[in-house]
Antibody
Framework: EVQLVESGGGLVKPGGSLRLSCAAS????????MSWVRQAPGKGLEWVGR??????????DYAAPVKGRFTISRDDSKNTLYLQMNSLKTEDTAVYYC???????????????WGRGTLVTVSS | DIQMTQSPSSLSASVGDRVTITCQAS??????LNWYQQKPGKAPKLLIY???NLETGVPSRFSGSGSGTDFTFTISSLQPEDIATYYC?????????FGQGTKVEIK
């Protein structure tokens, strides 16, 4: 089955760290450009960042609010995407989705495959 | 960053009504625009890509049009299962940006 499954969310204090994982199955993960999108409670969708496939350089790009605090990485041997979140702020509270382009792989033009999301709550 | 401005932010319509949502980009994005549907508690779902192409399996009552800076998303005959929030998203530039969303309700 083609799917993405996020894990690792939870409650963390401001200034703390958390690592999210996204397990992929049913497609060639190593070819995929993977992205994280988040959604604060009751708010809209916000792109967090992406990582290209290693074939395409494996480089990362981030949204300004998380640059320098969040790191996206991937382990193609485990078909898993990661989001390391450091120096967390209350405004980072959100459901975090991993997503990718499935029909058109090796791009992030279309997000047509999404996980169910994992909730991160940053609160003292 | 490219700002995506959707309108209206919410609307209420009757079953069978034609519903139109607009999305304006702060600069020319050609046709690099997608539309997503998100139901409460669920992940977004891609409906329209490249401004006007219907994703496989999506009902034909959904359509999109536009290019440059002005885009339109239409539901030709609103159905109860279309109750959701709809987002436009550009992929012309980084960061990828979404509109603020349009919540569609049944009158």
């Amino acid at each position: 089955e083609v799917q993405l499954v996020e894990s690792g969310g939870g409650l963390v204090k401001p200034g703390g760290s958390l690592r999210l994982s996204c397990a992929a199955s049913g497609f060639t993960f190593s070819n995929a450009w993977m992205s994280w999108v988040r959604q604060a409670p009751g708010k809209g969708l916000e792109w967090v960042g992406r990582i290209k496939s290693k074939t395409d350089g494996g480089t990362t790009d981030y949204a300004a609010p998380v640059k320098g605090r969040f790191t996206i990485s991937r382990d193609d041997s485990k078909n898993t995407l990661y989001l390391q979140m450091n120096s967390l702020k209350t405004e980072d509270t959100a459901v975090y989705y991993c997503t990718t382009g499935f029909v058109v792989a090796a791009t992030d033009w279309y997000f047509d495959l999404w996980g169910r999301g994992t909730l991160v709550t940053v609160s003292s | 960053d490219i700002q995506m401005t959707q309108s209206p932010s919410s609307l209420s319509a009757s079953v069978g009504d034609r519903v139109t949502i607009t999305c304006q980009a702060s600069q020319d994005i050609s046709n690099y625009l997608n539309w997503y549907q998100q139901k409460p508690g669920k992940a977004p779902k891609l409906l329209i890509y490249d401004a006007s192409n219907l994703e496989t399996g999506v009902p034909s009552r959904f359509s999109g049009s536009g290019s440059g800076t002005d885009f339109t998303f239409t539901i030709s005959s609103l159905q109860p299962e279309d109750i959701a929030t709809y987002y436009c998203q550009q992929y012309d530039n980084l960061p990828r940006t979404f509109g603020q969303g349009t919540k569609v309700e049944i009158k």
